[in-house]
Protein backbone atom coordinates (compact mmCIF):
# COMPACT_ATOMS: atom_id res chain seq x y z
CA UNK A 1 0.00 0.00 0.00
CA UNK A 2 1.53 3.05 -0.94
CA UNK A 3 2.05 5.94 1.03
CA UNK A 4 1.11 8.74 -0.58
CA UNK A 5 -1.88 7.87 -2.79
CA UNK A 6 -2.63 10.05 -5.19
CA UNK A 7 -5.34 8.50 -7.32
CA UNK A 8 -8.45 9.48 -7.39
CA UNK A 9 -10.59 8.46 -4.31
CA UNK A 10 -14.34 6.57 -3.61
CA UNK A 11 -16.57 8.63 -1.36
CA UNK A 12 -17.18 7.17 1.95
CA UNK A 13 -20.30 7.10 3.71
CA UNK A 14 -22.12 5.09 6.38
CA UNK A 15 -26.05 4.27 6.19
CA UNK A 16 -27.91 2.90 8.95
CA UNK A 17 -30.96 0.37 9.11
CA UNK A 18 -32.83 0.95 11.98
CA UNK A 19 -35.21 -1.54 12.90
CA UNK A 20 -37.96 -0.77 15.80
CA UNK A 21 -40.93 -2.64 16.98
CA UNK A 22 -44.51 -1.76 18.07
CA UNK A 23 -47.38 -3.39 18.88
CA UNK A 24 -48.56 -4.01 15.38
CA UNK A 25 -45.31 -4.22 13.57
CA UNK A 26 -41.85 -4.42 12.66
CA UNK A 27 -40.53 -0.92 11.17
CA UNK A 28 -37.77 0.92 9.46
CA UNK A 29 -36.78 4.12 9.78
CA UNK A 30 -36.15 6.43 6.56
CA UNK A 31 -35.67 9.91 5.75
CA UNK A 32 -36.63 11.99 2.76
CA UNK A 33 -34.92 15.72 1.74
CA UNK A 34 -31.60 17.35 1.07
CA UNK A 35 -29.95 16.09 -2.44
CA UNK A 36 -31.16 12.74 -2.55
CA UNK A 37 -32.13 11.83 -6.14
CA UNK A 38 -35.76 12.30 -6.92
CA UNK A 39 -37.13 12.98 -3.32
CA UNK A 40 -36.89 9.62 -2.60
CA UNK A 41 -36.44 8.31 0.76
CA UNK A 42 -33.91 6.83 1.67
CA UNK A 43 -31.97 5.23 5.03
CA UNK A 44 -30.12 8.01 7.58
CA UNK A 45 -26.35 8.53 6.33
CA UNK A 46 -23.72 10.58 5.20
CA UNK A 47 -20.21 10.78 4.44
CA UNK A 48 -17.42 9.63 6.84
CA UNK A 49 -14.92 12.38 8.34
CA UNK A 50 -11.57 12.27 8.08
CA UNK A 51 -11.24 12.50 11.90
CA UNK A 52 -13.96 9.88 13.07
CA UNK A 53 -14.39 6.00 13.32
CA UNK A 54 -17.02 4.91 11.17
CA UNK A 55 -19.81 3.66 13.77
CA UNK A 56 -19.20 7.61 15.59
CA UNK A 57 -20.09 8.73 11.88
CA UNK A 58 -23.16 6.31 11.78
CA UNK A 59 -24.22 7.51 15.36
CA UNK A 60 -23.70 11.06 14.24
CA UNK A 61 -25.97 10.81 11.29
CA UNK A 62 -28.62 8.98 12.86
CA UNK A 63 -28.85 12.00 15.81
CA UNK A 64 -28.26 14.47 13.18
CA UNK A 65 -30.88 13.09 10.86
CA UNK A 66 -33.52 11.95 12.87
CA UNK A 67 -33.03 12.12 16.54
CA UNK A 68 -32.35 9.03 17.81
CA UNK A 69 -29.36 8.47 19.81
CA UNK A 70 -27.76 5.67 22.19
CA UNK A 71 -29.34 2.53 20.48
CA UNK A 72 -27.60 -0.96 19.85
CA UNK A 73 -26.17 -0.99 16.09
CA UNK A 74 -23.72 -3.14 15.15
CA UNK A 75 -21.79 -3.09 11.49
CA UNK A 76 -23.67 -4.88 8.85
CA UNK A 77 -21.90 -4.81 5.18
CA UNK A 78 -20.08 -2.46 3.00
CA UNK A 79 -21.54 -2.22 -0.60
CA UNK A 80 -19.51 -0.70 -3.46
CA UNK A 81 -20.75 -1.45 -6.75
CA UNK A 82 -19.18 1.17 -9.18
CA UNK A 83 -22.65 2.53 -10.19
CA UNK A 84 -24.21 2.38 -6.72
CA UNK A 85 -24.70 6.37 -6.90
CA UNK A 86 -25.48 7.74 -10.35
CA UNK A 87 -23.42 11.14 -9.48
CA UNK A 88 -19.74 9.96 -8.23
CA UNK A 89 -18.03 6.57 -7.06
CA UNK A 90 -19.63 6.23 -3.13
CA UNK A 91 -18.32 3.26 -1.32
CA UNK A 92 -20.93 2.77 1.73
CA UNK A 93 -20.47 1.21 5.04
CA UNK A 94 -23.48 -0.13 6.63
CA UNK A 95 -24.52 -0.74 10.17
CA UNK A 96 -28.26 -2.04 11.72
CA UNK A 97 -29.42 -0.84 14.80
CA UNK A 98 -32.72 -2.39 16.90
CA UNK A 99 -35.06 -0.15 19.31
CA UNK A 100 -37.83 -0.63 20.98
CA UNK A 101 -40.00 2.23 19.53
CA UNK A 102 -42.22 3.35 22.87
CA UNK A 103 -38.72 4.24 24.20
CA UNK A 104 -37.31 6.19 20.99
CA UNK A 105 -39.12 9.64 19.67
CA UNK A 106 -37.97 10.59 16.47
CA UNK A 107 -37.23 14.08 15.09
CA UNK A 108 -36.39 15.12 11.85
CA UNK A 109 -33.72 17.74 11.51
CA UNK A 110 -31.39 19.04 8.54
CA UNK A 111 -34.45 19.58 6.37
CA UNK A 112 -35.13 15.96 6.22
CA UNK A 113 -38.34 14.52 6.53
CA UNK A 114 -37.61 11.47 9.24
CA UNK A 115 -40.29 8.96 9.33
CA UNK A 116 -41.03 5.11 10.35
CA UNK A 117 -42.57 2.54 8.27
CA UNK A 118 -44.34 -1.34 8.52
CA UNK A 119 -41.37 -3.29 6.57
CA UNK A 120 -43.71 -5.00 4.60
CA UNK A 121 -44.88 -1.90 3.16
CA UNK A 122 -41.80 0.23 2.54
CA UNK A 123 -41.73 3.00 -0.66
CA UNK A 124 -38.85 2.03 -3.24
CA UNK A 125 -35.56 3.89 -1.91
CA UNK A 126 -32.82 5.85 -3.24
CA UNK A 127 -29.50 4.43 -4.45
CA UNK A 128 -29.33 0.43 -3.31
CA UNK A 129 -31.06 0.97 -0.02
CA UNK A 130 -33.55 -1.28 -0.90
CA UNK A 131 -30.69 -3.98 -1.07
CA UNK A 132 -28.93 -3.04 1.97
CA UNK A 133 -32.83 -2.90 4.20
CA UNK A 134 -32.80 -7.10 2.52
CA UNK A 135 -29.30 -7.68 3.47
CA UNK A 136 -30.31 -6.52 7.19
CA UNK A 137 -33.02 -8.34 7.09
CA UNK A 138 -32.08 -11.30 6.43
CA UNK A 139 -29.00 -10.91 8.74
CA UNK A 140 -31.85 -10.37 11.48
CA UNK A 141 -33.36 -13.77 10.30
CA UNK A 142 -30.42 -15.37 10.53
CA UNK A 143 -29.69 -13.90 14.32
CA UNK A 144 -33.38 -15.16 15.54
CA UNK A 145 -32.06 -18.84 14.88
CA UNK A 146 -28.63 -18.96 16.13
CA UNK A 147 -28.68 -16.02 18.99
CA UNK A 148 -31.17 -14.64 21.56
CA UNK A 149 -32.97 -11.57 20.53
CA UNK A 150 -35.41 -9.18 21.78
CA UNK A 151 -33.11 -7.35 24.21
CA UNK A 152 -33.08 -4.14 22.58
CA UNK A 153 -36.33 -4.12 20.46
CA UNK A 154 -38.99 -5.13 23.09
CA UNK A 155 -39.86 -3.16 26.45
CA UNK A 156 -37.85 -4.17 29.42
CA UNK A 157 -41.19 -6.16 30.73
CA UNK A 158 -42.85 -7.78 28.05
CA UNK A 159 -45.98 -10.23 27.33
CA UNK A 160 -44.88 -14.09 26.15
CA UNK A 161 -47.50 -12.85 23.34
CA UNK A 162 -45.15 -9.88 22.69
CA UNK A 163 -42.16 -11.74 22.40
CA UNK A 164 -44.11 -14.55 20.12
CA UNK A 165 -45.25 -11.33 17.80
CA UNK A 166 -41.56 -10.12 17.79
CA UNK A 167 -40.52 -13.41 16.24
CA UNK A 168 -43.78 -14.07 13.90
CA UNK A 169 -43.21 -10.30 12.42
CA UNK A 170 -39.13 -10.94 11.78
CA UNK A 171 -39.83 -14.08 10.10
CA UNK A 172 -43.19 -13.69 7.96
CA UNK A 173 -44.98 -16.51 9.53
CA UNK A 174 -46.85 -17.58 12.20
CA UNK A 175 -46.00 -19.76 15.25
CA UNK A 176 -47.77 -22.48 17.20
CA UNK A 177 -48.59 -20.65 20.36
CA UNK A 178 -48.09 -23.61 22.60
CA UNK A 179 -45.23 -24.62 21.13
CA UNK A 180 -43.58 -21.48 21.22
CA UNK A 181 -44.06 -21.00 24.58
CA UNK A 182 -43.08 -24.24 25.68
CA UNK A 183 -39.54 -23.68 23.86
CA UNK A 184 -38.94 -20.00 24.72
CA UNK A 185 -39.07 -20.62 28.63
CA UNK A 186 -37.04 -24.32 27.89
CA UNK A 187 -34.15 -21.25 26.96
CA UNK A 188 -33.52 -19.90 30.29
CA UNK A 189 -33.58 -16.30 29.32
CA UNK A 190 -36.55 -15.47 30.56
CA UNK A 191 -37.56 -14.48 34.48
CA UNK A 192 -41.20 -14.92 35.43
CA UNK A 193 -42.09 -11.62 37.12
CA UNK A 194 -44.80 -11.38 39.38
CA UNK A 195 -46.71 -8.78 37.99
CA UNK A 196 -49.49 -8.69 35.15
CA UNK A 197 -49.61 -6.11 32.23
CA UNK A 198 -51.54 -3.14 33.08
CA UNK A 199 -54.66 -0.94 31.38
CA UNK A 200 -55.79 -3.72 29.08
CA UNK A 201 -59.21 -4.60 27.59
CA UNK A 202 -58.77 -8.61 27.72
CA UNK A 203 -57.38 -10.88 30.57
CA UNK A 204 -54.11 -9.39 31.76
CA UNK A 205 -51.25 -11.56 30.97
CA UNK A 206 -48.38 -12.27 33.05
CA UNK A 207 -44.97 -10.11 32.47
CA UNK A 208 -41.36 -10.67 31.60
CA UNK A 209 -37.69 -10.04 31.51
CA UNK A 210 -34.83 -11.04 30.33
CA UNK A 211 -32.07 -12.55 32.43
CA UNK A 212 -29.43 -10.10 31.04
CA UNK A 213 -26.74 -12.54 32.24
CA UNK A 214 -27.92 -15.13 30.49
CA UNK A 215 -28.97 -13.25 27.79
CA UNK A 216 -25.09 -12.23 27.04
CA UNK A 217 -23.24 -14.98 27.75
CA UNK A 218 -25.82 -16.96 24.69
CA UNK A 219 -25.07 -14.02 22.39
CA UNK A 220 -21.41 -14.49 22.77
CA UNK A 221 -21.66 -18.29 22.43
CA UNK A 222 -24.64 -18.49 20.47
CA UNK A 223 -27.45 -20.91 20.76
CA UNK A 224 -29.83 -22.76 18.52
CA UNK A 225 -33.69 -21.96 19.00
CA UNK A 226 -35.23 -23.59 16.33
CA UNK A 227 -39.24 -21.96 16.28
CA UNK B 1 -25.40 13.18 0.85
CA UNK B 2 -24.25 16.24 -0.35
CA UNK B 3 -23.58 15.83 -4.23
CA UNK B 4 -20.31 17.32 -4.56
CA UNK B 5 -18.29 16.67 -1.34
CA UNK B 6 -14.86 18.47 -1.47
CA UNK B 7 -13.62 17.55 2.25
CA UNK B 8 -10.73 15.60 2.59
CA UNK B 9 -11.94 11.65 1.94
CA UNK B 10 -10.03 8.33 3.86
CA UNK B 11 -8.06 6.10 1.93
CA UNK B 12 -10.10 3.33 0.96
CA UNK B 13 -8.28 -0.49 0.53
CA UNK B 14 -9.12 -4.00 0.46
CA UNK B 15 -7.66 -6.67 2.40
CA UNK B 16 -7.84 -10.63 2.02
CA UNK B 17 -7.22 -12.98 4.75
CA UNK B 18 -6.80 -16.06 2.92
CA UNK B 19 -6.53 -19.30 5.08
CA UNK B 20 -5.33 -22.07 3.62
CA UNK B 21 -5.30 -26.36 4.92
CA UNK B 22 -2.70 -28.84 4.16
CA UNK B 23 -1.81 -32.04 5.80
CA UNK B 24 -0.53 -30.35 9.02
CA UNK B 25 -1.89 -26.87 9.76
CA UNK B 26 -4.23 -24.46 8.81
CA UNK B 27 -2.46 -21.37 7.73
CA UNK B 28 -2.42 -17.66 6.47
CA UNK B 29 -1.17 -16.05 2.98
CA UNK B 30 0.75 -13.26 4.07
CA UNK B 31 3.28 -10.72 2.23
CA UNK B 32 6.32 -8.41 3.08
CA UNK B 33 8.09 -5.77 1.34
CA UNK B 34 6.14 -2.88 -0.52
CA UNK B 35 6.34 0.31 1.85
CA UNK B 36 4.97 -1.84 4.70
CA UNK B 37 6.24 0.39 7.94
CA UNK B 38 9.14 -1.88 9.42
CA UNK B 39 8.96 -4.19 6.98
CA UNK B 40 6.45 -5.90 8.61
CA UNK B 41 4.27 -9.15 7.28
CA UNK B 42 0.89 -7.88 6.05
CA UNK B 43 -2.29 -9.23 4.57
CA UNK B 44 -2.39 -8.90 0.76
CA UNK B 45 -4.09 -5.88 -0.57
CA UNK B 46 -4.21 -2.32 -1.64
CA UNK B 47 -6.22 0.80 -2.96
CA UNK B 48 -9.52 0.09 -4.18
CA UNK B 49 -9.69 1.68 -7.79
CA UNK B 50 -11.88 4.43 -8.79
CA UNK B 51 -13.23 2.08 -11.45
CA UNK B 52 -13.78 -1.22 -9.53
CA UNK B 53 -15.92 -2.76 -7.21
CA UNK B 54 -14.63 -4.53 -3.88
CA UNK B 55 -14.26 -7.53 -4.28
CA UNK B 56 -13.13 -6.84 -7.64
CA UNK B 57 -10.04 -4.93 -6.25
CA UNK B 58 -9.86 -7.57 -3.49
CA UNK B 59 -8.88 -10.26 -6.25
CA UNK B 60 -7.01 -8.20 -8.26
CA UNK B 61 -4.63 -7.31 -4.96
CA UNK B 62 -4.54 -11.04 -4.18
CA UNK B 63 -3.19 -11.49 -8.03
CA UNK B 64 -1.01 -9.05 -8.10
CA UNK B 65 0.77 -9.89 -4.98
CA UNK B 66 0.71 -13.78 -4.45
CA UNK B 67 -0.65 -14.76 -7.77
CA UNK B 68 -3.19 -16.71 -6.56
CA UNK B 69 -6.56 -16.59 -8.14
CA UNK B 70 -9.92 -17.89 -8.65
CA UNK B 71 -11.21 -18.71 -4.86
CA UNK B 72 -13.64 -18.76 -2.74
CA UNK B 73 -13.88 -15.02 -1.51
CA UNK B 74 -16.22 -13.18 0.54
CA UNK B 75 -16.80 -9.94 2.74
CA UNK B 76 -15.68 -9.81 6.64
CA UNK B 77 -15.72 -6.57 8.01
CA UNK B 78 -14.69 -3.17 7.26
CA UNK B 79 -12.21 -1.84 9.79
CA UNK B 80 -12.12 2.13 10.13
CA UNK B 81 -10.35 3.08 12.79
CA UNK B 82 -8.75 6.64 13.20
CA UNK B 83 -5.37 5.68 14.06
CA UNK B 84 -4.94 2.12 12.33
CA UNK B 85 -2.58 3.65 9.97
CA UNK B 86 -0.02 6.21 11.30
CA UNK B 87 0.46 7.55 8.05
CA UNK B 88 -2.74 8.64 6.95
CA UNK B 89 -6.20 7.89 7.40
CA UNK B 90 -7.29 4.94 5.87
CA UNK B 91 -10.06 2.08 6.02
CA UNK B 92 -9.94 -0.87 4.91
CA UNK B 93 -12.62 -3.29 3.62
CA UNK B 94 -11.36 -7.17 4.61
CA UNK B 95 -12.30 -10.34 3.07
CA UNK B 96 -11.60 -13.48 3.55
CA UNK B 97 -11.59 -16.80 1.43
CA UNK B 98 -10.28 -20.42 1.93
CA UNK B 99 -8.24 -23.00 0.11
CA UNK B 100 -6.99 -26.08 -0.46
CA UNK B 101 -3.14 -25.79 -0.47
CA UNK B 102 -2.20 -28.74 -2.68
CA UNK B 103 -4.30 -26.93 -5.44
CA UNK B 104 -2.75 -23.27 -5.27
CA UNK B 105 0.61 -22.31 -5.56
CA UNK B 106 1.95 -18.78 -4.21
CA UNK B 107 4.29 -16.70 -5.98
CA UNK B 108 5.27 -13.41 -4.82
CA UNK B 109 5.18 -10.17 -7.41
CA UNK B 110 5.43 -6.35 -7.07
CA UNK B 111 8.82 -6.89 -5.34
CA UNK B 112 6.74 -8.35 -2.28
CA UNK B 113 7.68 -11.84 -0.18
CA UNK B 114 4.17 -13.88 -0.17
CA UNK B 115 4.23 -16.89 2.12
CA UNK B 116 2.08 -19.54 4.18
CA UNK B 117 2.41 -19.07 7.86
CA UNK B 118 0.76 -21.95 10.48
CA UNK B 119 -1.99 -19.81 11.99
CA UNK B 120 -0.78 -20.88 15.53
CA UNK B 121 2.75 -19.37 14.67
CA UNK B 122 2.14 -16.23 13.03
CA UNK B 123 4.69 -13.00 13.33
CA UNK B 124 3.27 -9.50 14.31
CA UNK B 125 1.41 -8.14 11.83
CA UNK B 126 1.46 -4.50 10.09
CA UNK B 127 -1.35 -1.89 10.98
CA UNK B 128 -4.36 -3.58 12.52
CA UNK B 129 -3.68 -6.85 10.60
CA UNK B 130 -3.52 -9.15 13.58
CA UNK B 131 -7.13 -7.69 14.80
CA UNK B 132 -8.34 -8.97 11.50
CA UNK B 133 -6.88 -11.77 11.57
CA UNK B 134 -8.40 -12.49 14.69
CA UNK B 135 -12.06 -11.55 13.40
CA UNK B 136 -11.16 -13.98 10.56
CA UNK B 137 -10.71 -16.55 12.27
CA UNK B 138 -13.89 -16.24 14.60
CA UNK B 139 -15.74 -15.76 11.65
CA UNK B 140 -14.44 -19.26 10.69
CA UNK B 141 -15.14 -20.63 14.08
CA UNK B 142 -19.12 -19.87 13.84
CA UNK B 143 -19.01 -20.97 10.36
CA UNK B 144 -18.34 -24.29 11.58
CA UNK B 145 -21.08 -24.60 13.70
CA UNK B 146 -23.99 -23.22 11.35
CA UNK B 147 -22.98 -24.24 8.15
CA UNK B 148 -21.40 -27.20 6.15
CA UNK B 149 -17.37 -26.66 5.67
CA UNK B 150 -15.11 -27.96 3.84
CA UNK B 151 -15.91 -27.62 0.17
CA UNK B 152 -12.76 -25.11 -0.14
CA UNK B 153 -10.73 -26.08 2.12
CA UNK B 154 -10.65 -29.66 1.52
CA UNK B 155 -9.36 -31.80 -1.46
CA UNK B 156 -12.21 -33.24 -3.75
CA UNK B 157 -11.80 -36.60 -2.36
CA UNK B 158 -10.80 -36.72 1.35
CA UNK B 159 -10.92 -39.23 4.08
CA UNK B 160 -12.94 -38.95 7.31
CA UNK B 161 -9.53 -38.24 9.14
CA UNK B 162 -8.84 -35.24 7.13
CA UNK B 163 -12.29 -33.89 7.80
CA UNK B 164 -11.79 -34.31 11.16
CA UNK B 165 -8.40 -32.74 11.56
CA UNK B 166 -9.84 -29.94 9.84
CA UNK B 167 -12.68 -29.06 12.34
CA UNK B 168 -9.98 -29.56 15.04
CA UNK B 169 -7.57 -27.05 13.86
CA UNK B 170 -10.35 -24.59 13.34
CA UNK B 171 -11.46 -25.17 16.74
CA UNK B 172 -8.10 -25.57 18.53
CA UNK B 173 -8.95 -28.79 20.16
CA UNK B 174 -9.55 -32.40 19.71
CA UNK B 175 -12.61 -34.36 18.92
CA UNK B 176 -13.67 -37.87 19.92
CA UNK B 177 -13.30 -39.99 16.50
CA UNK B 178 -16.25 -42.38 16.76
CA UNK B 179 -18.55 -39.10 18.01
CA UNK B 180 -17.18 -37.05 14.56
CA UNK B 181 -17.53 -39.59 12.53
CA UNK B 182 -20.90 -40.26 13.13
CA UNK B 183 -22.33 -37.05 13.30
CA UNK B 184 -20.31 -36.16 10.24
CA UNK B 185 -22.52 -39.33 8.27
CA UNK B 186 -25.29 -38.32 9.81
CA UNK B 187 -25.56 -34.87 8.08
CA UNK B 188 -26.37 -36.27 4.69
CA UNK B 189 -23.33 -33.75 3.16
CA UNK B 190 -20.82 -36.93 2.60
CA UNK B 191 -20.83 -39.35 -0.46
CA UNK B 192 -18.78 -42.51 0.02
CA UNK B 193 -16.66 -43.02 -2.61
CA UNK B 194 -15.44 -46.83 -4.08
CA UNK B 195 -11.69 -45.69 -3.68
CA UNK B 196 -8.85 -45.59 -0.98
CA UNK B 197 -6.01 -43.25 -0.47
CA UNK B 198 -3.28 -43.96 -2.68
CA UNK B 199 0.79 -44.03 -1.56
CA UNK B 200 -0.37 -44.14 2.29
CA UNK B 201 2.32 -45.93 4.62
CA UNK B 202 -0.76 -46.90 7.45
CA UNK B 203 -4.16 -48.96 6.03
CA UNK B 204 -5.42 -47.16 3.17
CA UNK B 205 -8.77 -45.07 4.30
CA UNK B 206 -11.72 -44.78 2.59
CA UNK B 207 -12.43 -41.64 0.64
CA UNK B 208 -15.61 -39.45 0.08
CA UNK B 209 -16.55 -36.21 -1.65
CA UNK B 210 -19.38 -33.29 -0.66
CA UNK B 211 -22.76 -33.91 -1.84
CA UNK B 212 -22.49 -30.66 -3.73
CA UNK B 213 -25.86 -29.66 -3.47
CA UNK B 214 -26.95 -30.75 -0.19
CA UNK B 215 -23.80 -28.68 0.39
CA UNK B 216 -25.12 -25.23 -1.14
CA UNK B 217 -28.47 -26.09 0.32
CA UNK B 218 -27.52 -26.64 4.00
CA UNK B 219 -25.00 -23.32 3.27
CA UNK B 220 -28.02 -20.91 1.88
CA UNK B 221 -30.55 -22.70 4.99
CA UNK B 222 -28.11 -22.93 7.34
CA UNK B 223 -27.49 -26.17 9.89
CA UNK B 224 -26.02 -26.95 13.48
CA UNK B 225 -23.30 -29.08 13.69
CA UNK B 226 -22.34 -29.77 17.50
CA UNK B 227 -19.05 -30.82 17.07
Redesign the interface.
Known amino acids: ?????H???????VDVVVFGLDEDDLKLLLVRG???PQRRWSLP??????????EAAARRELVDETGVSDIFIE?L??F???DRDS?????T?SYYGLVNLSEHTVTAAESKDAAWFAIDDMPTLAFDHNEIVEVATARLR?KV??QPIGFELLPQKFTLTQLQRMYEKILERSLDKRNFRKKALATGLLIELDEVEQDVAHRAARLYRFDERTYRQLAAE?T?FEV
Open positions: MSHTYYPRPGLTGETGGFVRIDESLQYTGRVRERVVVGRYGY
